[in-house]
């Protein structure tokens, strides 16, 4: 059975901290994987990663992708109490002969204090 | 520039009434998904298109319906709403299926 998982579940840090959250995954037909924030509402895109060691970075995030180890990890850095959300780490897969499907983790519930 | 749109956004049903949620969306896409998500689940699939006229069942897709008469809508039905089916939905959509662009979600409770 095809599964994603990430941890920590939740964490408390406090601004200024770097935090890494981590996401394994046991998927058939990989095709790309993504990371998104959930604040109050919908799930915002973040980054998609499909090729191993490269990195991909927007501001203070940046996140890796290994697809011989299969897990991938989302950095943050400096972090501001903006940064408190819900991260969702998704796999990309071909499910019931389409592509496009995603299968999502739990999230890691990430509160930064000032 | 709207994107996503889900209506509606609160609903409470008493068990056994039907609803439907609405969505509509405004970037052209192919795709379009329906998920519902649940305290310590994660969002899961429940059904989704992948374009006018189809649609596929996806992980938990008993006791709901869909259709895509247009390429714009995707609609998500309950037939006969029971207290498992209390949760917030949402919708994505997506241009090529990887990517997808959720809505505001619509928070459902069934008494």
């Known amino acids: 059975e095809d599964k994603v998982v990430q941890s920590p579940l939740s964490l408390v840090v406090h601004e200024g901290d770097t935090v890494t959250l981590n996401c394994s995954y046991e998927?058939?037909?990989?095709?790309?994987l993504l990371w998104y924030k959930q604040e109050k509402k919908a799930p915002t895109f973040l980054f998609m990663l499909?090729?191993?060691?490269i990195e991909k970075k927007s501001g203070r995030l940046s996140s890796i992708l290994d697809k011989k180890e299969l897990f991938s990890i989302l950095n943050i850095t400096a972090t501001q109490t903006g940064d408190s959300a819900v991260y969702l780490c998704?796999?990309?897969?071909?499910?019931?002969?389409?592509?496009?499907?995603?299968?999502f983790g739990k999230g890691t519930k990430l509160s930064v204090k000032p | 520039n709207a994107g996503v749109t889900q209506t509606p956004k609160f609903r409470v049903l008493k068990t056994g009434q039907s609803m439907t949620l609405l969505c509509a969306q405004d970037?052209?896409?192919?795709?379009m998904y329906w998920y519902r998500q649940d305290p310590g689940m994660g969002l899961r699939l429940i059904h989704y298109?992948?374009?006018?006229?189809?649609?596929a069942k996806g992980e938990v897709p008993d006791g709901y319906n869909v259709s895509r008469l247009k390429k714009q809508n995707f609609l998500l039905g309950l037939e006969s709403a029971a207290p498992s089916q209390t949760s917030v939905y949402f919708c994505?959509?997506?241009?090529?299926?990887?990517?997808?662009?959720f809505g505001a979600g619509t928070r459902l409770s069934v008494l």
């Open positions: 994505a959509s997506s241009y090529a299926g990887d990517i997808q662009y």
């Open positions: 998927v058939t037909n990989f095709r790309s």
């Open positions: 499909t090729s191993s060691g």
């Open positions: 998704a796999v990309e897969r071909n499910y019931g002969g389409s592509q496009g499907n995603l299968i």
């Open positions: 970037m052209n896409h192919e795709y």
């Open positions: 298109s992948v374009g006018e006229g189809t649609t």
